[in-house]
């Protein structure tokens, strides 16, 4: 790959900067690092990418520990200051009118106030990777302000987060009971995903009867699928376990839908493969049903 493409093309990738603190052979200090992210949840692991001469790093390889400040949205100069310069050429930390400071519980790094994340790392892990060098540090203690927004860094220079773009959702006007009845099978989740087959011929379209919780509900051949299962093969077993003998086109359909009922909504997940009843099938098909919801599956 040539060089000059790799050097434009790394300038928008889009990332957050944490201040790297450490306090060892070196006195205490603080560093910039666009390359800081959690990597696990249990233990919970933060990585962060130093160059192998930084101080920073020598602090670390010499107390096993460091600590994690993710910049706020109003921290870019001092973000400035952590990256702008070394260690060995000014003391960042006593900069002037720059740097205040939270008492640490664990670790004897300097943690940063103000920040939209503090946490407190000991040592997990070193590995040279290209070249930088990932410290990895298990987080031993971690504080936030969920009003505090993070700053963002993209080609060379800082941003705000901007407004809040929701992926777009169908929204569906449903009766009383097609609302309770996915309101129930989503059972307090946001997000109910189902998997579900329409089977037509013409303007006939398979419908089944369902009964749960004491419910009857008419709607399309569906089901709800386990994690980590292929959809459309686990729904072919279902209508076949179903004596429903079906060929099912093998492209998914995506139908993101918000249900409406007064004032409530339900957040559903469709996932549809469209199919035709098979020759010597003893299933009938149904009229098409004058629905909202049907009506939302063929738009």
Known sequence: MERKVADKAQRHFVTGVSMITSNGYFGKNVMAAEWTMQI?????LIATFLHESSITLKNIQKTKEFGVNVASEKQSTLVNIAGGYSGSEIDKLKVNNSFTFLKSKFIKAPIIANCTINAECRLFSIKKMGDHVMVVGKVVAMRYDKTIKPLLYHTGRYYQIGDLIEPFRQQVR???STFK???KEADGKFILKCNGAIIKSGR???FLKYTKNNMNYETIPYLKPKRGV???QSLQEYLKNMEIDVRLKPEPIMKRLVLENKNRKQRVNFVLFEGT?????????L???DSELLKAFYS
């Open 40 to 44: 696990s949840y249990d233990p919970l």
């Open 174 to 176: 449903v009766n009383k």
């Open 181 to 183: 009845w996915f309101s």
């Open 204 to 206: 006939k379209v398979l």
């Open 230 to 232: 292929n959809y459309l």
């Open 277 to 285: 009843i098979r020759n010597g099938s003893s299933r009938i098909l």
């Open 287 to 289: 009229e098409k049903k």
